[in-house]
């Protein structure tokens, strides 16, 4: 049997064989490596692009974008339900939307699909059914009460997320934790007592879109993969697809087919409505793979804390946009609440990272 070739002399190319001697290189071997080091110092090093040389600008722009296109989204989505009052069809049309663009990015290869078999399938359904339940009510709570009121009731999520780890998952929250919460719930309990769009539809809707995220994130941790999240949330949007269009048939099918959609373009034209249903489908599925890429790009710290300013944009310029009326103790019961947020935000990162560093220690 020969030798096997040493890794070193195999980076070169070079073999090893049985009865060979250790030899000096030859002086055609030394000068072919001479010109070789020549071509290297001679060469021209590629000059760094602007974005290399300023990350922190390409992350900016990433968060720009991603405020920007939730804040668009917003906007559009409450007015399309201020002269289309179907957030069950509506719902269908943000993820239809958004699985066309998926198909259409697999077939180009942007990116390339992965490959996804019985079992992870299995492991994703529970997923993507809490993720359809929790983007139909929210819409539900979208199309009954202002964007800004269920912006703040959507801001109790952390509060259902660590009754969900404590109680369910039998993981053991801080109590610091638990202290910032309670700011949050405070403040939502104040602004709800004197919201002026107050109804149940809409806040019991916006808690059940709580719970249902809520139970997503448990899911989503029994179904960890290494697939990508963009191929991950291709999956996920086209299975949760599937869940919403048999409620919205049964629920507002008949509806819409006796009087409508007649009712729809009498008022806005056919032009007007297909084109608000096809730019807010976009911006839904954009900023929420936007929020993906920018998470990946970020310490989780800098990430929750984008996510409170986040939600302070959209309820700020659907306030302004809308001109709702909100009374004192409902804009000092929602800053409490986004505070809080921000605080348990902050606090479970820092938790969060403190772990990671014990664990590469």
Known sequence: ??????????????????????????????SDRGKRFRRVRDAKVAPLGFFDKYPAIL????????????????IMNKKIYNYFPYPYFVSVV????????CLISWAVGLPKRAPIDSNLLKLLIPVAVCHALGHVTSNVSFAAVAVSFTHTIKALEPFFNASASQFILGQSIPLSLWLSLAPVVLGVSMASLTELSFNWTGFISAMISNISFTYRSIYSKKAMTDMDSTNLYAYISIIALLVCIPPALIVEGPQLIKYGFNDVIAKVGLVKFVSDLFWVGLFYHLYNQLATNT???????????????????????????????ISTQTGIGTAIAIAGVAIYSYIKAKIEEEKRQGKAA
């Open 1 to 30: 049997m020969g030798e096997a070739t040493p890794p070193r002399a195999a980076a070169r190319g070079l073999t090893v064989e049985e009865g060979d001697s250790p030899a000096l290189p030859s002086r055609r071997f030394l």
């Open 59 to 74: 992350t900016g722009f990433f968060f720009f974008m991603w405020y920007f296109l939730n804040v668009i989204f917003n």
């Open 94 to 101: 943000h993820l239809g939307v958004g699985v066309v663009y």
């Open 295 to 325: 998470l990946e790009r970020v310490a989780p710290l800098t990430h929750a804390v984008g996510n409170v300013l986040k939600r302070v944009f959209v309820i700020g310029f659907s306030i302004l946009v809308f001109g709702n009326k």
